[in-house]
C-alpha cells in the first residue's frame, strides 16, 4: 500500500463513487508519474478519508475506504510569524512532515514585510507533498497571514502556548502533560527579533501561557520545529501507554 502514489482530492470531486479528475490533476497522474488508466493509486480528501481508486481516463473509480492512523490524536495549530526570506518554507514543510493540522504565517510588530498572495499558493502546494510524503490522512490548512492579535483572538484551541526564549518558563515538555484529547493546541512562536512587550501581554490576557524550549536562544526557523517534535513525540508516546 506505501507504495503506491497518493493525491489529493476536494471532496466535491467525489460523485458516487466515481472522482472526476481535474486537468491539472490528469497532467501529474499521467504525464509527470507516469500513471496508466487501470493503475491504482490513493486518492486523500486533506481531511481524513483515504480511498483505493483506479484510474480511468479523466476519473478514477473508488475501489474501497484505506484505513490511517498517521494522524497525531490532537489538533496542533502552529501560529509562526514569518521569517526573512523563504525560511517560512521549510516550516512548513517540518512542521507538515511532524503532523500540525493548521499553520498560520504570523504578522507581528516586529516582522517586516507582508508576503506575496504567490507565496500563499506556494505553501500551501508544499504542504500538500509534505502531507503525501509523511502518509498523512490530513493536509493541514495553511491560513492567509495573519496579524498576531487577530489569531490570538480567533482561536477555539484550548490550549495555548507562547514560546518565549527569554525569562524562566516551564518548559513545554512538561506542560503538555496538562493536555488531553481530543482538542486543538495552539503554539506561537515569534520572529528575529522576538514578540514585543505588548503581544507577550496581550497573548497571556488571552489565555496562553509562556514556555520555554530549552536555554539556548532558537532562530525563528529552528523553533517551530523544535515545538512541534516536542509535541508530536509526546502525544504519541502518551497514546503507546
Ligand atoms: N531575537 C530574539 C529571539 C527570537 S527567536 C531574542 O534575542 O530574544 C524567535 C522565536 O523563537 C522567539 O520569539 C520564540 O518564540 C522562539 N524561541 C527561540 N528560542 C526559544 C527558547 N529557547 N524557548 C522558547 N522559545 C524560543
Redesign the pocket.
Known sequence: MAQLQRIAIAHSQIHNGQITLTSPQQHYLYRVLRLQSGDRLIVMDGMGKWWLAQLASETAQIIESVSVETELPIAITLMA?LPKGNSFDEVVRCSTELGVTCIAPVLSDRTLLKPSPQKLQRWRRIAQEAAEQSERACIPTILEPVAFQKIVLETTANYRYL????GNYPHLTNIIAEVSPPGEIAI????????TEAEIAFAIANGFKS??????????FT?PIVAVSVVATLLESIAEK
Open positions: 510569524a514560546c518565549e526564549g527569554r506561537a512562536i515569534g520572529p528575529e527579533g522576538g514578540w514556555v520555554s524550549l530549552g536555554k539556548r536562544i532558537l532562530r525563528a523553533a
